[in-house]
């Protein structure tokens, strides 16, 4: 099971956001990049219920770094995309691509 | 810890900080000041407040339903028990209350003059009883459900809501509407039957609150 894993919708975007970000990804620049480059309102809490989720499939990995005074004292969750994440990020993206090979959906489904 | 220049909406923070669990306790509503601090210094004040309801009302939406996928059966099962424990509840509560009456009854009949108050101090104890007896419940369902207090007591609440609204809908039948706005306005009715369920999540709110700081103190003595 864990071999042939694939992600999800927002996964797939989550991974491809923290892979983006390497070092700065944590809740804020996530979210940040997922609006920036998909233009869709994403709330803090679908993209903390992703990443958790994630973190238990062992895709993601997070550490704690220092608290900022502009968070009130609290400090940031960090993420990294582990080997497993990177691998099964891979997997669905060459997936997508096949169901999409010879459609020219840019050309034919462009509104 | 130096003061933001404009705060945001308390409600919201102590919201998202019920329902945000012990692993994230730091970092969502982290994240969200900090996103909200920058707002307010770029658009102003009014937006970021704005900005920060709408984000806190989505964040906890998700909060709860990622809670419950994540552990639907400890959730089920803690709420079955709970609405086993209201069910006796009641039952303790219309005993203690009918006991009450009876030993008023017997016991001491006040003179005319006093009988008003005497009235009002006995609805205030009955209402006390239906309100302590389910906030016990509450908070020992939020002690039972391992860090998920406040959702568990928050579904067991909509549960035991829906039920008083069903109640609610027939004790008005046959009551013209002026009556009935008049006993709900006067009378404690409508905190007898749905301040059971507000007292549910009182509950489990406030044995969340405590455990998160105990933690928290337990984090900062680490």
């Given amino acids: ?111 | 810890v130096s003061r933001m220049p404009v705060a945001p909406p308390r409600i919201a923070v102590w919201l998202v900080g019920l329902f945000t669990p012990r692993e994230q306790a730091e970092s969502i509503p982290g994240d969200l000041l900090e996103e909200f601090s920058e707002l307010a210094t770029k658009s102003g004040a009014a937006y970021a407040r704005r900005w920060f309801w709408r984000q806190s009302v989505r964040t906890i939406f998700h909060l709860v339903m990622s809670g419950f996928r994540a552990s639907p059966w400890l959730i089920t099962g803690v709420v079955v028990v709970g609405l086993l424990l209201v069910k006796l509840g009641q039952i303790f509560s219309e005993w203690t209350i009918r006991t009450g009456l009876r030993f008023y009854n017997h016991h001491y009949l006040p003179p005319y003059h006093h009988l008003r108050l005497a009235m009002f101090l006995l609805n205030g104890g009955i209402c006390l009883v239906r309100f302590l007896v389910p906030l016990s419940i509450g908070c020992f369902v939020g002690l039972i459900s391992r860090g998920k207090g406040v959702l568990t007591t928050a579904a067991l609440s909509l549960i035991c809501g829906i039920w008083a609204l069903l109640e609610f809908w027939n004790f008005c039948q046959g009551w013209s509407h002026e009556a009935l706005f008049r006993v709900a306005i006067l009378t404690p009715v409508l905190l007898n039957f749905f301040g059971g369920s507000v007292a549910l999540v009182v509950g489990g709110a406030i044995v969340s609150s405590i455990q998160k700081k105990g933690e928290g103190r337990l984090l900062r003595f680490n």
Avoid: C, W
Wanted: charged share 25%; net charge positive; glycine share 10%.
């Fill in chain 1, 1 to 111: 099971m864990a071999d042939s894993q694939y992600l999800g919708d927002f996964e797939h975007i989550v991974v491809l956001a923290v892979l983006r970000l390497s070092e700065r990804a944590y809740g804020v620049t996530v979210r940040q990049e997922i609006e920036l480059r998909t233009g869709r309102e994403v709330s803090i809490g679908a993209v903390y219920a992703t990443l958790s989720r994630l973190e238990k499939k062992g895709l993601v990995h997070s550490y704690v770094g220092d608290p900022t005074p502009e968070r009130g004292g609290r400090s940031k969750r960090f993420f990294r995309v582990t080997a497993k994440g990177l691998a099964a990020a891979n997997r669905t993206h060459r997936m997508v691509s096949r169901m999409a090979d010879g459609l020219h959906l840019a050309r034919r489904f462009a509104l």
